[in-house]
């Protein structure tokens, strides 16, 4: 899918919910996406140098990263079914009411994920109901409106990467808007989750492309980034997806031959081996 119809898709969403667009956030493959393009345009410097990152990779859906905070308020939650209604999204059957799709043309549907925090941070607030599959708010006027729990997504809302996109609505009008990315600790969770989860799974490529990402986040790292991963790590020591993320790095991504690493360089977008043992360094040191 190109990156006009998700990007134009992504401001109508926004546009269409102005003031209560607060509390989401891009995540998945898209905003690595619009992470990587701001980073080369601005010239930041990051841990490995962008001549060397993967092309950016167009994604199929976006994946709007819910707060939890956002999840437990029922005007808010209400407010974003009526512009997903407004926009003409239908709701995915056998995903009722966290996936949805909007038909675009005969052969293109933009589709949007829910996701949200990490079911233990969702249990911790009593104006959430929440199980492993969907969480939403308790109160008895909730909306038609879930949003799923997803490993890894802890301190989802601290230190977001704010960014402005620019584009056009499907009115043609022009528009920018800013859009909130994950903080690097959020995003590099999420991703060895999701790879840990489809490794083996030959009908999702093995989760090739999640072991890129995990690639492209750790070379996309600013210093203060860096060290903002490395202090939320032994905060969040204790946590069963953290100890599970370690665990996971220590036997997939330890050497240039561990299972992880091969998975990534056998993508069709890996770009060269030469700042592997940066990668290597710095995603070790972040776990040790």
């Not at 729990?149 to 809302?157: E, Q």
Request: with cysteine; proline share 4%; charged share 20%.
């Amino acid at each position: 899918m190109n990156d006009g119809l998700l990007r134009t898709s992504l401001l109508d969403l926004l546009h269409a919910l102005g003031d209560d667009a607060h509390g989401i956030l891009l995540g998945g493959g898209y905003g690595l996406y619009l992470k990587q393009l701001h980073l080369e345009g601005a010239g930041v410097r990051t841990l490995i140098d962008m001549n060397l990152w993967p092309v950016p990779r167009a994604t199929q859906d976006l994946d709007l990263m819910l707060s939890a905070e956002l999840v437990a308020d029922v005007r808010s939650m209400t407010a974003l079914r009526a512009a997903l209604d407004k926009l003409i999204y239908q709701v995915v059957e056998g995903s009722e009411y966290l996936q949805f799709i909007r038909r675009i043309s005969a052969t293109q549907v933009v589709k949007i994920d829910l996701l949200t925090a990490q079911l233990d941070v969702l249990k911790n607030n009593s104006a959430i109901s929440a199980d492993s599959r969907r969480a939403r708010p308790a109160a008895a006027d909730h909306p038609k409106l879930h949003a799923h729990p997803t490993d890894g997504a802890l301190a989802l809302t601290e230190a977001p990467l704010v960014i402005k996109v620019t584009g056009r609505l499907s009115t043609g009008q022009a528009l920018t808007t800013p859009v909130m990315i994950p903080h690097p600790f959020s995003y590099l969770l999420m991703k060895l989750t999701a790879y840990r989860d489809r490794r083996n799974d030959a009908d999702k490529d093995l989760g090739r492309h999640h072991a890129l990402d995990v690639f492209r986040i750790i070379a996309m790292l600013t210093e203060p980034e860096h060290d903002l991963v490395q202090v939320n790590m032994r905060h969040f020591a204790a946590d069963a997806q953290v100890r599970s993320c370690v665990e996971l790095v220590q036997s997939d991504f330890g050497s240039s031959t561990a299972p992880g690493v091969l998975a990534m360089r056998e993508h069709p977008l890996w770009q060269s081996d030469q700042q592997m043992a940066v990668f290597l360094e710095t995603i070790w040191g972040i776990v040790s």
